[in-house]
């Protein structure tokens, strides 16, 4: 079903029951005698269902009224101005107005909305008594008698149904989202114009009061004081809607504690409604008041509006002054969420000025300023801060890069394959520089010089310390070609001024290319991997002990004939670990290289095997491994 066809049917269909429920069971009567809750629903269905729902409750209430007797005439004109004055109720409210803080569906959160409620029932209110008033005087003359009654009778009806009717309404339209939103009009707007109308129509009303009821006006007259208000009354109606609808999608504190007020003055309202349909009641109200039995009613409903106005006024100042001093202070509060962006600084000039307000109050709200502005302003400190770390980081990330780049540069980048022999490797640091190096290089004609290191620690030190280390082995090999006599010679310059105690653990050895024969000494590093034909195994070697502790240590010169392949590696590869914390291992690694027979994908092979075993589990140390090919 269209929702447009919706917002039409539904006010018609509770205007039938209204009306014929109210004339039919409770032995209702025309021209507004006894209670009449049916007019109420005119103001509520402009209100939340816009200019459908006003033609949906007029139309029904012109049939009704045509089922009730009434002159067609009448009742046609009486539905034109019952229409006009639902749609002044709708524009009414969508109005731009300075004492409300934004303008939403019809909804009753806080003290400017109920006032603007109140208002429109009681503008709208007053216009449908006087309009009908009028009317009735012009069609129905033997009605003149009684025509200030009538006016009241349709006032004192209008106004509390239309209240009753009016917070129901509200309330459901937050459960069941149903109410009319407008949309922006593209027409200018000319504010002026449609003031001078609004005040047109306020002095007409007036001035029609006051020559009807205390000069008396004559037939003529009253026609055109008719025409004139309905004029004014559907050209204001044309007014544009230009202001933006704010959406709230939650329930604010004011209109919790407004709900409260509304449910005490909802049930004294009903309260006052039952009354004035019991039968009970009414006779016993006929025996103390002299007054029609037709108007006891009338009298409940006008006598509990005079208490709601007594109980209604000190409340609304309450609430105004809860406003004020609580729920606006605390929504200026809220409004810091606008302010904050992650990882940004609080703009808190604006804030610090709106939370200046009250930082010289002496209440709660005070501490909660002052603990505000004390909160903005070391978070902004604290960000600061961080901002300036976080600025010192990307420095030093960015000289770590460079360090990286540097650190790589001096490792080979290029495999040594020959006829006779291959020599290639590979490193991987844990972190931006690493402790571990390897190097490869021809010394002379018959010598090649291969050598693995791994310093202690990780990072920039044991970069540093590998990268001397590195640098002395080069210079050593100018002079020296014995491997023990070059650790020697390494590690008492390393002992010097080493307040540190750093360490490095270094694997060298010297290939001569004519003989084959590979001397190697060791230096605390882990044992290299041989393959002699029949897979790998591991070399039985001396130890050794590390560079950089006990100076003059007689390292130990050893050699290896007749190999196929020697692996070289660091414990870094050994150590990596599985997500259940399972080192890889000197067995897994050995299986792993006996497995590989395409000796061009070993280096790619092995960094497979140990990414699947470690499932990306963090590195948490350096991985080198260095390979010598003997080519029979």
Not at 104 to 123: A, V
Not at 191 to 198: D, L, P, R, S, T
Not at 226 to 254: A, G
């Amino acid at each position: 079903m269209n929702k447009n066809f919706k917002k039409i049917l539904v006010p018609f269909i509770l205007m039938i029951i209204f009306n014929l429920g109210s004339y039919i069971f409770m032995f209702g009567s025309n021209f507004g005698e006894g209670y009449t809750p049916h007019v109420g629903l005119h103001l509520i269905s402009g209100l939340l269902f816009g200019p459908y729902g006003a033609a949906g409750a007029a139309v029904a209430n012109g049939i009704c009224d045509l089922i009730r007797g009434y002159n067609p005439i009448l009742t046609v004109m009486a539905e034109i101005a019952s229409f006009g004055i639902s749609c002044l109720a709708y524009k009414l409210w969508y109005g731009n107005y300075r004492i409300m803080p934004s303008i939403t569906k019809p909804k009753l959160n806080n003290t400017s909305h109920l006032l603007l409620f109140l208002g429109i029932i009681i503008i709208c209110a007053t216009l449908y008594a006087l309009i009908n008033k009028e009317l009735f005087y012009i069609l129905y003359p033997e009605t003149r008698s009684i025509n200030l009654d009538v006016g009241v009778r349709y006032f004192v009806n209008f106004f509390n149904s239309a209240f009753i009717y009016g917070i129901i309404g509200i309330w459901i339209s937050k459960k069941i989202d149903f109410v009319h939103i407008p949309k922006i009009s593209k027409r200018k707007l000319h504010v002026n114009f449609y003031k001078a109308i609004g005040i047109l129509i306020f002095v007409s009303v007036l001035i029609v009061l006051f020559n009807d009821d205390y000069n008396g006006s004559d037939y003529l007259n009253r026609i055109v004081e008719t025409i004139i208000i309905s004029v004014l009354l559907f050209i204001y109606i044309t007014k544009p809607i230009k202001s933006p609808i704010k959406e709230e999608t939650y329930t604010t504190i004011p209109e919790e504690i407004m709900n409260i007020f509304l449910i005490t003055t909802l049930v004294m309202q009903i309260l006052a409604a039952v009354l004035a349909t019991n039968d009970t009641v009414i006779v016993a109200m006929d025996l103390i008041l002299q007054v029609d039995v037709e108007d006891i009613g009338l009298y409940i409903l006008l006598n509990s509006d005079i208490f709601l106005i007594i109980f209604f006024i000190p409340s609304i100042f309450v609430l105004k002054y809860i406003e004020m001093k609580v729920i606006k202070p605390i929504y200026s509060f809220s409004k810091i969420e606008h302010f904050i962006k992650k990882g940004d600084k609080i703009k808190s000039d604006e804030l610090i000025k709106l939370y200046s307000n009250y930082t010289d109050v002496d209440n709660e709200i005070g501490m909660l300023a002052r603990s505000y502005t004390d909160l903005i302003n070391n978070t902004n400190e604290y960000i600061e801060n961080i901002e300036e770390i976080q600025g010192e980081k990307q420095r030093i990330e960015a000289e770590l890069n460079i360090a990286k780049r540097i650190q790589e540069s001096i490792l080979p980048t290029e495999s040594i394959l020959n006829e006779d022999y291959g020599v290639y490797g590979t490193s991987k640091s844990a972190k931006e520089v690493g402790g571990d190096f390897f190097d490869y290089y021809e010394i002379d004609d018959e010598n090649l010089a291969i050598m693995v290191g791994d310093a202690s620690g990780k990072g920039v030190p044991a970069a540093l310390l590998s990268t001397l280390a590195h640098a002395i082995i080069k210079q050593i090999h100018k002079n020296e070609k014995d491997p023990s006599k070059v650790l020697n010679l390494l590690n008492n310059g390393l002992c010097e001024n080493n307040a540190e105690c750093m360490f490095i653990t270094l694997w060298l050895g010297i290939y001569n290319k004519k003989t084959g024969i590979l001397t190697f000494s060791n230096a605390g590093h882990n044992s290299p991997l041989i393959n002699e034909g029949n897979g790998f195994k591991e070399i039985t070697m001396n130890k050794g002990i590390v560079l950089g502790i006990v100076e003059n240590f007689e390292f130990v010169k050893e050699e290896i004939r007749n190999f196929k392949r020697i692996v070289i590696y660091t414990d870094g590869i050994t150590d990596a670990k599985s997500i259940d914390g399972e080192f890889y291992g000197e067995k897994r690694l050995i299986d792993a290289l006996n497995k590989i027979y395409d000796e061009s994908l070993l280096v790619e092979m092995l960094n497979k095997d140990i990414d699947e075993f470690t499932q990306g589990t963090e590195q948490f140390d350096d991985m080198t491994l260095l390979v010598l090919d003997r080519y029979d």
